[in-house]
């Protein structure tokens, strides 16, 4: 018996990692996240700022990269240990063989996302035949695909055309195109400059863009301590923009180079996910939260798209052990 107790006290733990927070004073290496300029993210900067990291014994490097080819690149090679982005790009580069898993939920667009069309299309039906801007294999794809299946159609009955949400936005703006699937500022801006209207946007259509924070495997396996020391500081910094949104907005803006009514307008749209955001996101072992049935229909939609080739299960690509273990 005396043999087994610290074989007991080893397994108690190792399957610990889910107190209050970490407590050793070990030098750790810092946890490499990549990110782009969205606000969504913001509060990691608060966390960074306010020393939510520290309190949790542990260092985060936040990295910028915009490229899509570049993030890839680093995530593949183990240069970043994990990504905050949405789940269908998760789901793209996990079928290049990445191995990754979402740990986290960070923020849904509510409204922040939408499809713009000009005054004389008053309806989702009356955009057969007409051209489209959106950019594929992205959010805003993903978005267009789910709102015309709701109306009983497909990307076969428009005419699209290729180019990045912001492109897409200015080109709609302009009046060139149509129609156009984008994000803020440009959906207020459609509607501000007498363009057009907003024929369907995010708000109206949910868990439909979540960005997640999504890890490598092998980071996640050999450092489970410090993934669950992110969450929790994430938890703490989504709760302070909540009590202090001047000085979180300030900070927020800071870190990304936006004016303060930029970081207004753009928080208007979406929704962070803090501890109760997460919990009905992953949900429980018996009843699963909508990352799951989201998993499933964004693979849906990339297998028909022709954006992958192949899918996998949402519990291949889901990790709830830190969402469900943090009480």
Known sequence: MKRL??????????????????????????????????????????????????????????????????????????????????????????????????????????????????????????????????????????????????????????????????????????????AAVTWEPWLSKATEVGKGHILASSREFPATIEDVLFMRADVIAKRPRDVEGLIRAWYKAVDFVEKNPAEAKAIMGKAFGLPPEKVDLLMTGIRYEGRAGNKTAFGTQQAPGFLYSMYDHISDAWLAEHVIESRDKPEDGIDPTFVRGIQ
């Not at 020393?51 to 490229?67: A, C, P, T, W």
């Not at 949405?86 to 079928?95: E, F, K, P, Q």
């Not at 409204?111 to 039906?125: L, N, Q, S």
């Open 5 to 178: 107790i610290p074989m007991l006290l080893a397994l108690s733990l190792t399957f610990s990692g889910c107190g209050e927070k970490r407590t050793d004073t070990t030098p750790v290496t810092p946890l490499k996240i990549g990110l782009v300029t969205w606000i969504g993210y913001g509060p990691l900067y608060v966390a960074q700022e306010k020393g939510y990291f520290k309190e949790q014994s542990i260092q985060v490097d936040l990295q910028r990269i915009e490229g899509d080819v570049e993030r890839r690149a680093a995530i593949a090679s183990g240069r970043l240990d994990g990504i905050a982005l949405t789940l269908d790009a998760m789901i793209v580069l996990r079928t290049h063989g990445i191995p990754l898993k979402t740990v986290m939920a960070i923020d849904a667009s509510n409204g922040g996302d939408g499809i713009v069309a000009v005054k004389d299309i008053k309806t989702m039906e009356e955009l057969r035949g007409h051209q489209v801007a959106f950019p594929t294999g992205l959010p805003s794809h993903f978005l267009l695909y789910t709102v015309l299946k709701k109306h009983g159609m497909q990307i076969a009955d428009i005419k699209p055309v290729v180019m990045d949400a912001d492109q897409a936005g200015a080109t709609f703006a302009a009046g060139k195109i149509d």
